[in-house]
């Protein structure tokens, strides 16, 4: 069970076991999902249309993207940023399920609220991420960066990342893209938790009782769906978050094609918009997708197991 279960009959694991928990889910599932993550962020970052017919499109495909990084860069381009990537997911994951864990059984001894329904569930998921997301913000930045960079590489070490930035472009640099990822977090994460709850609640209705059995397939099924479902409904700030966090980043991109600079949120809707069009709002949707059903599914398995 994710959150607190008021009917759970003293089968509610502690605080520290919910964080362990949530570490060690996001720990695994980010050395199985970072190289869609690497191929997803290259997507949002380019200007030019992902199509073959564009001609000055770096890259077009998952798998043809895959096969240009893996022939341009070495295989070890796919975990870049790894460090950063899952000093992220372990505090992210840590932060994420405790709070909720917490916010969840606030409601239920505070209000009368049931804290199983949709809207709590929604409410607190939200609420959690949002406090995990300012927790971690400067190593999703670092994780960007240097899954954003090309050969050479500008940053060497994270140490070297870290001193450089924060040299070069001041502190503030570690919460670039901050507004749109709270923006886009606070439904994304309600959704989650919403409605990883809401189909548990459709499979036990389809299933028949003695395929009820299988808890751990239950909570990955359930767990991918929530995740596509939440990330299809938010992507576009995703996007945004991705092109604000490389700003003054541009030399490092200038070999992957044509790179622009955003004076802020609005302005960067309003140059994708413009320029790429509608579609462009959705760059890099399809890996995202994937990432977000064996993310989201291995998270929800791990945590559940």
Known sequence: MVGYDPQADGRNISSSEVAVAGSVSGLVTRVMISPLDVIKIRFQLQIERLSRSDPSAKYHGILQAARQILLEEGPTAFWKGHIPAQLLSIGYGAVQFLSFELLTELVHRASKYDARDFS?????????????????????VLRTRFAAQGEPKVYKTLRDAVVTMYRTEGPLVFY???????????????????????????????????????????????????????KALTYPLDLFKKRLQVGGFEQARASFGQVRSYKGLVDCARQVLREEGPRGFFKGLSPSLLKAALSTGFVFFWCCH
Not at 120 to 140: E, I, K, M, Q, Y
């Open 120 to 140: 709590v569930h929604f409410v607190c998921g939200g609420l959690s991420a949002s406090t995990a997301t300012l927790a971690v913000h400067p190593v999703d």
């Open 176 to 230: 670039k893209g901050l507004n749109p990822t709270l923006i886009a977090i606070f439904p994304y994460a309600g959704f989650q938790f919403s409605f990883y709850n809401a189909l548990k609640h459709v499979h036990e209705w389809v299933m028949p009782a003695e395929g009820r059995k299988n808890e751990n397939l239950k909570n990955l099924l359930c767990g991918s769906g929530a995740g596509v479902i939440s």
